[in-house]
């Protein structure tokens, strides 16, 4: 199966870039997409096939990176972003996620 | 408007059997694969199953394949989960998500509902 690696918590000031990393234990190309859920929701599609930001979501978002090595960039960071954020495969199957990466605010 | 609603999630015991159920509106549903994704409680996002368009393959990975059969009904737009040999470790908030069959991604999930497997 492939792993995907995503740090724990980030801690951010209001205003300022954040990037958030997911490394894939294998290559999955560019077959990585990244969701956000808000406490006590659902999640939501944020950035599909890497790089690529879903209708709808603000430009603030952005993602890059292909092979095992990905991020996802919020610039500049607003309170409403404060929630889990988690990466997806789809090179192979099973699909993964990774365990997600807290945003806290500073 | 795209909205998935699921339900039929409930306490169970260990072994027992559940079906959940998701009513899907606002788009064609014969169109779209379809997944269940699960959360256990305070965890991260686990994928259940998928199913294609027709119904003739459905996925699933190897921590619920043969306990767990995901299903459709192009006619009512509904998914179906049913969940057998329930283990205590299968509690969690099961999602039904739209899927982009072609890239195996989820563009549209419904609120979830809760299974908890305990004696």
């Known amino acids: 199966d492939t792993v995907l690696t995503q740090s724990p918590a980030l801690a951010v000031s209001l205003g300022q870039r954040v990037t958030i990393s997911c490394r894939a234990s294998?290559?999955?190309?560019?077959?990585m997409h990244w969701y956000q859920q808000k406490s006590g929701q659902q999640p939501k599609l944020l950035i599909y096939?890497?790089?690529n930001l879903e209708s709808g979501v603000p430009s603030r978002f952005s993602g890059s990176g292909s092979g095992t090595d990905f991020t996802l960039t919020i610039d500049p960071v607003e309170a409403d972003d404060i929630a889990n954020y988690y990466c997806q495969q789809s090179n192979e199957l099973p699909l993964t996620f990774g365990s997600g990466t807290k945003l806290e605010i500073k | 408007e795209v909205q998935l609603v699921e339900s039929g999630g409930g306490l169970v015991q260990p072994g027992r059997s559940l079906k959940l159920s998701c009513a899907a509106s606002g788009f064609t549903f014969s169109n779209y694969y379809m997944a269940w994704v699960r959360q256990a409680p305070k965890k991260g996002l686990e994928w259940v199953a998928t199913i294609s368009t027709s119904g003739s393959r459905t996925y699933y990975p190897d921590s619920v394949k043969g306990r767990f059969t995901i299903s459709r009904d192009n006619a009512k737009s509904s998914l179906y989960l049913q969940m057998n040999s329930l283990k205590s470790e299968d509690t969690a908030t099961y999602y039904c998500?739209?899927?982009?069959?072609?890239?195996?991604?989820?563009?549209?999930w419904g609120p979830g509902t809760m299974v908890t497997v305990s004696s």
């Open positions: 998500a739209r899927e982009l069959g072609a890239n195996w991604y989820f563009d549209f």
């Open positions: 096939s890497a790089s």
């Open positions: 294998k290559s999955v190309s560019t077959y």
